[in-house]
T-cell receptor, first 114, second 115 residues
Framework: AQSVSQHNHHVILSEAASLELGCNYS??????LFWYVQYPGQHLQLLLK??????LVKGIKGFEAEFIKSKFSFNLRKPSVQWSDTAEYFC????????????FGRGTSLIVHP | GAGVSQSPRYKVAKRGQDVALRCDPI?????LFWYQQALGQGPEFLTY????????KSGLPSDRFFAERPEGSVSTLKIQRTQQEDSAVYLC?????????????FGPGTRLTVT
C-alpha cells in the first residue's frame, strides 16, 4: 500500500514570503497525487491534483505542485503567500494502484501573519 | 447546488451511549465515503458506499461502528457504546463516480466528544 508523509507540521510565514510544503509518497506503480486544503471553519476541498502529463500542476489561488518521480515527491508551492492562505494542507495518494481509497498525510498547519 | 451536509455538527456523548451521525451527499453522487479525523491528524478512511452497497468497510475500527446507506443517498454512521477514543471529527465525502482519478467533495464534519 502507498503511504504519504508530510514533514512540515507547522509553518509560520509573513505575507509575501514564498511557500513550499513537502510531500513524499512511497512507490506504488501508477501515481495519482492530490493536495487538499481546509481553511478555518470550512470544508476540506481539493487544491490541485496530478494524474499524468506535465509534472508541474497548477491549482487554485496561485498554488502549484511539482511531481518529481525520482524523489517520490509532490511538493506544494506558492511564490507569495497571503494572510488568507492560513489553513491546513493535506497531501493524499490512493492507497494502492487502482484504489479509490485515499491515504492522507497528517497535514501541515500554515499560519500567515499579515 | 448544495454541497455535502452533515448533522449534527457537534455531538457530546457520555461513554457507553450510542450515537448516529448523518450525511447528505451531493445529489446524484454515486460514491460516499466516511472518514475519521483525530486531532492533529489527516482523515483516515472508515468505509465506502457505491449507491446502497457498502463495498469496503475495512477501515471501521471495531464492530461498534456501523454504517448504512439504504436508499443510495443519505448515509448514517452509528457508533455503539461510545468510548473516549472515539472522540474525533467524522467526515463524509461524496463523489460523482467510482474512479481512481476521483474528486471527493467533503462535508463540514461532525465533531464527536465522548466524556
Amino acid at each position: 500500500a502507498q503511504s504519504v508523509s508530510q514533514h512540515n507540521h507547522h509553518v509560520i510565514l509573513s505575507e509575501a514570503a514564498s511557500l513550499e510544503l513537502g510531500c513524499n509518497y512511497s512507490y506504488g506503480g501508477t501515481v495519482n497525487l492530490f493536495w487538499y486544503v481546509q481553511y478555518p471553519g470550512q470544508h476540506l476541498q481539493l487544491l490541485l491534483k496530478y494524474f499524468s502529463g506535465d509534472p508541474l500542476v497548477k491549482g487554485i489561488k496561485g498554488f502549484e505542485a511539482e511531481f518529481i518521480k525520482s524523489k517520490f515527491s509532490f511538493n506544494l508551492r506558492k511564490p507569495s503567500v497571503q494572510w488568507s492562505d492560513t489553513a491546513e494542507y493535506f497531501c493524499a495518494v490512493p492507497t494502492s494502484g487502482g484504489s479509490y481509497i485515499p491515504t492522507f498525510g497528517r497535514g501541515t498547519s500554515l499560519i500567515v501573519h499579515p | 447546488g448544495a454541497g455535502v451536509s452533515q448533522s449534527p455538527r457537534y455531538k457530546v456523548a457520555k461513554r457507553g451511549q450510542d450515537v448516529a451521525l448523518r450525511c447528505d451527499p451531493i445529489s446524484g453522487h454515486v460514491s460516499l465515503f466516511w472518514y475519521q479525523q483525530a486531532l492533529g491528524q489527516g482523515p483516515e478512511f472508515l468505509t465506502y458506499f457505491q449507491n446502497e452497497a457498502q463495498l469496503d468497510k475495512s477501515g471501521l475500527p471495531s464492530d461498534r461502528f456501523f454504517a448504512e446507506r439504504p436508499e443510495g443517498s443519505v448515509s448514517t454512521l452509528k457508533i455503539q457504546r461510545t468510548q473516549q477514543e472515539d472522540s474525533a471529527v467524522y467526515l463524509c465525502a461524496s463523489s460523482l463516480i467510482l474512479a481512481e482519478t476521483y474528486e471527493q467533495y467533503f462535508g463540514p464534519g461532525t465533531r464527536l466528544t465522548v466524556t
